[in-house]
């Protein structure tokens, strides 16, 4: 079994406050592939790593920058592997366009830091990460989907909805945007369809016949967020392509005791 790529979600929250400087310090001195941070534009043009979403109004409140996070990876370790969370909720009224906002603002500054091998533009807008294949053909694009009923539980704040029903309805606008005659695609075939190369998933989302479809299409498979080894050791067995976990360090030492065991077979 290959070793699946480790990514610290938000920097990975064992040592730091997520989506700060230290904990993505942490993440580049430790043996995780990449990390991922959430990317938000706020009202006063500011291009922050913040994951709750902020009304059109704020303005920068202390947040890193994307420039502050780049200068960071160009310093410490400038081959991390970067995941960046486009933070958009296109099924909000008069926020459709928010997302690709957010990329255009990015762009010039992802050109500067150059590798663009090394850093997946990552979001739940999908037309965004379409439109990202359109302006930034070069980087990778990985569409992140999920299930309503894990939406339970979560805050307005978080999601940007007031009814989990909404994204739903959502993905099956984009879904059938494909064209006349295309309804009747799923989400992975869509994905393929709009130029994606990675379907990101909740990992409970995740079965053995989904990561066959998407293998067909070629797209790779990366589960969030994983954070016991219950389930870090059910999402190995399906062969995923990267995880996306808050415990960096102790899923490392998972992988470890892996390749240990599996050194003395």
Same mark, same amino acid.
């Given at each position: ?12 929250? =064992?040592?730091?406050? @997520? ?15 990449? /990390? @991922? /941070?959430?990317?938000? %534009? ?10 709750? %979403? ?12 994307? +420039?502050?996070?780049l200068a960071l990876v160009a310093e410490i370790r400038p081959d991390m592997g970067l995941v ?7 099924? +909000? ?10 990329? =255009?603002? +990015? ?16 979001? /739940? ?9 359109? *302006? ?6 990985? /569409? ?24 739903? +309805? ?12 295309? @309804? ?6 869509? *994905? ?74």
């Amino acid at each position: 079994m290959s070793r699946p790529l480790l990514i610290a979600h938000r920097g990975g929250l =064992e040592h730091a406050p @997520e989506n700060t400087l230290a904990a993505f310090a942490r993440a580049m001195r430790s043996d995780a592939d990449a /990390f @991922e /941070f959430d990317l938000q %534009l706020l009202g006063d043009g500011s291009l922050v790593a913040r994951h709750d %979403l902020l009304g059109p109004a704020s303005v920068a409140d202390g947040a890193p920058t994307l +420039a502050d996070v780049l200068a960071l990876v160009a310093e410490i370790r400038p081959d991390m592997g970067l995941v960046i969370d486009v933070k958009a909720t296109p099924w +909000a009224d008069g926020l459709a366009d928010h997302g690709r906002r957010v990329l =255009e603002s +990015a762009a010039p500054l992802l050109r500067k830091h150059g590798r663009p091998e090394r850093v997946t533009l990552a979001s /739940f807008d999908l037309g965004a990460m379409t439109h990202a294949r359109a *302006i930034l053909p070069e980087y990778p694009t990985a /569409f992140h989907t999920m299930a309503v009923r894990w939406l339970a539980g979560l805050t307005q704040e978080q999601t940007g909805m007031t009814d989990p029903r909404d994204y739903l +309805a959502y993905l099956e606008r984009w879904r059938q945007e494909a064209g006349p005659g295309m @309804e009747a695609l799923s989400a992975l075939d869509r *994905i393929h369809a709009a130029g994606g190369t990675i379907w990101s998933c909740q990992y409970r989302d995740l079965t053995a016949q989904a990561v066959a479809r998407a293998r067909v299409l070629g797209l790779a498979v990366w589960a969030w967020t994983v954070n016991s080894a219950d389930d870090f050791a059910r999402v190995l067995a399906l062969g995923v392509d990267a995880v996306t976990t808050d415990r960096p360090d102790a899923m490392l030492q998972i992988l470890s005791s892996l390749d240990a065991r599996n050194s003395d077979v």
